[in-house]
């Protein structure tokens, strides 16, 4: 396609007015019963209401930008996959994805929240070989505790409400799970991972109060 020019190909079947179709700039006015194919323009095309029946369409725009829509009740559907290129993505106005020159992604909430979605396996999880506290950081992480020998995770007061995180024992010593400052539930009151590569999660439900689940035993 020419650069800086548009092609529009319009097939009519019949039931056309002499208002249906008007091309500004081409130096051509459509009349009744025409078929249109083809037709090059390099001004601009202004169109009311454009009803178009097609099987399939291929746009390449050079530079510009387009709005689908109106109000908030309009709908737009897709059907297969959809590629941006960009570093942001904005609802209503607001910024809610943004992408950085890593593998990472980070969601912002309505409540200017950020949360990190991280893309590399790597860094999905947060390895200790000795007595660990948890942070806000290691929210939506697995904590790995790895050692031979005995070893604690706490979970401590004034992380953020919706905490979450799964934790696995990984190496031969016991691990033991216990919150400071706080309310720290399992069903069966029991604390310690049920032996190497035993696996859970840990929830906060908000006020301080926190789930426990997984193998655990007494």
């Known amino acids: 396609m020419p650069n800086q020019k548009q092609i529009l190909s319009i097939i009519t079947s019949g039931g056309i007015t ?35 029946h097609e099987t399939t369409r291929s746009i390449l725009y050079e530079s510009g930008s387009t709005k689908f829509g109106d109000t908030l009740d309009d709908t737009h559907q897709f059907t297969g996959s959809v590629s941006i290129s960009g570093s942001s993505l904005s609802i209503n106005e607001n910024e809610v994805i943004t992408v950085a020159d890593t593998s990472s992604m980070t ?15 790597a860094e999905t999880k947060n390895d200790q070989t000795s007595n660990y506290t948890a942070v806000n950081s290691d929210h939506g992480l697995t904590v790995t505790m790895a050692s031979a020998s005995a070893i ?35 069903v069966d009151g029991y604390k310690v991972a049920d032996g190497q590569w035993a696996v859970g999660s840990i929830t906060n439900f908000g006020s301080e109060t926190y789930l426990l689940q997984g193998r655990l035993s007494s």
């Open 18 to 52: 002499e208002d249906d179709i008007y091309i500004s700039g081409s130096g051509q006015d459509a009349t009744f019963g025409d078929v249109i194919t083809d037709t090059l323009t390099t001004e601009t095309l202004v169109a009311n209401e454009m009803i178009i």
């Open 107 to 121: 969601v912002a909430t309505a409540n200017s929240a950020s949360y990190a979605l991280q893309t590399d396996i």
């Open 152 to 186: 604690t995770l706490t979970i401590p007061t004034g992380l953020r409400d919706d905490f979450a995180c799964a934790w696995l024992q990984k190496g031969a010593g016991a691990l033991t799970i216990t919150g400071s400052g706080l309310t720290l539930n399992e």
